[in-house]
């Protein structure tokens, strides 16, 4: 495994652990042998989502909103000092109207406006707080995410998702201070599937919280 490997795959199971379908997604090009662009993880989470029986909310740092379904165009990092969504992505409007239209939550008379929308908030320079709020359409919240794991503290000015952030709400998640009566943290972990399976093994073993190194060093991570 990769360390952009790992890096998609806790990213993934961040926003899976909180309630979002998950998938990637290339998005198509006339030309021929290439592709527009990949999205690293497109997820959406619905506004009747609940799994009570966890005994754990929504991470603060989603900043849900229970009224509106959420879409997240997430792009995973793992060099900080690339911290900018790719070039055809941040440039290209048919390229999400093409994910848009994927996803398939709108009707094609909105898709262009939206697109629109949603274009400044993968701008570099774009606030933690623009970023957070999306484009609302109804009941619907669309929103850009940047993702580094290497990057362990909050960044302030960027709605970037952390290591530090996703490894303790996993903690949360999984090994819980006390035994939860409606929910059991203990099965067969292979029931994640790959490659989620290795990495929640681990999560729910390790002693203490784990770093990123750690995983990166019992996954044989290069």
Not at 146 to 168: F, S, V, Y
Request: with cysteine.
């Amino acid at each position: 495994m990769r360390k952009s490997d790992v890096h998609e795959s806790l990213a993934t199971l961040y926003l899976r652990l909180n309630g979002y379908f998950t998938t990637g997604l290339i998005l198509h090009s006339p030309e021929w042998g290439q592709a527009r662009t990949e999205i690293d993880c497109l997820a959406i989470r619905h506004c009747h989502h609940s799994q009570a029986d966890r005994a754990i909310g929504t991470a603060e740092f989603l900043a849900a909103d229970e009224e509106a379904n959420d879409l997240i165009l997430c792009e995973v990092k793992s060099e900080p000092t690339q911290l900018r969504f790719n070039k055809p992505i941040r440039n290209d409007p048919a390229a999400l109207c093409a994910m848009l239209r994927w996803a398939g939550l709108f009707g094609e008379e909105r898709i262009e406006s939206i697109a629109g929308r949603l274009l400044p908030l993968l701008q570099d320079g774009v606030s933690a707080e623009a970023a957070r709020h999306g484009v609302r359409e109804g009941d619907f919240r669309v929103r850009a995410l940047l993702c580094c794991p290497p990057i362990a503290k909050p960044t302030n000015d960027r709605w970037c998702l952390t290591g530090d952030e996703i490894l303790a709400y996993a903690r949360q998640c999984f090994r819980p201070d006390e035994r939860r009566a409606s929910c059991s943290t203990r099965y067969n972990f292979q029931q994640w599937g790959f490659p989620f399976a290795p990495i929640v093994r681990l999560l729910k073993e390790f002693p203490e919280l784990p770093t990123l190194e750690s995983l990166y060093q019992e996954l044989r991570a290069t």
